[in-house]
């Protein structure tokens, strides 16, 4: 099976948005965020959209897989050392997608980043904010694919790397790769949990 990882174009984000939608329907986070069952896929991809598109393309870091055909099929949204963190001017051009998003949600939401945020390592690091592929092609090695090249330059360069797995059955996996759980963090206060989780460069 061919599989192919680049980054992606502004001209795809929205069919990344998309499949990472899909990829996130069962998400615990999402289901909170976006309680609304028949109309989370598409309000989850707006979301998706507005995220990518104004806080992590312009740092040329959001991959996606391709299959033999060309489609997308998941994706990893990385945040370079130093620019995981959003400015006013980010939010505010985000803001009208997220609205659209979470509806009543909204306030509910932005207090769950800031608390995100306020957890968020300081020491310099890579960031994977987001990271799926579409249940139809699960188990077939992409997300393999498009995790493994960012912790190899990780390694190269001797970063860390960080995330937060909004799933307590994705910790294992995340383990195969080197991460490390740090405890765990109630960004929802009350709602579902996050488990935040370390990788140390095999380099440093």
Not at 74 to 82: I, K, M, Q
């Amino acid at each position: 099976m061919e599989i192919t990882v680049r980054p992606i174009v502004a001209s795809e984000v929205r069919e990344l948005a998309r499949v990472l939608a899909l990829a996130f329907d069962d998400d615990p986070m999402v289901q909170w965020c976006i309680p609304a069952d028949r109309g989370r896929p598409r309000r989850a991809a707006l979301m998706f959209e507005a995220l990518i598109r104004h806080l992590y393309l312009p740092h040329g870091a959001v991959d996606a897989a391709f299959d033999a055909a060309g489609r997308i099929t998941g994706g990893a949204v990385w945040s370079p050392p130093g620019t995981w963190d959003s400015g006013v001017t980010q939010v505010l051009r985000m803001m009208p997608s997220l609205a659209r998003a979470f509806r009543l949600r909204l306030a509910a939401a932005g207090q769950m980043s800031e608390r995100m945020a306020q957890a968020h390592p300081h020491e310099p690091h890579w960031y994977l904010a987001i990271v799926g592929t579409d249940p139809a092609a699960r188990g077939q090695g992409y997300g393999h694919a498009l995790l493994e090249p960012r912790l190899a330059h990780c390694d190269e360069i001797g970063s860390p790397a960080y995330l937060e797995s909004s799933k307590f059955s994705n910790i294992a996996y995340y383990e195969r790769y080197g991460f490390d759980q740090r405890g765990e963090l109630d960004a929802t206060a009350g709602g579902p949990l996050l488990w935040p989780m370390w990788r140390q460069s095999a380099t440093s």
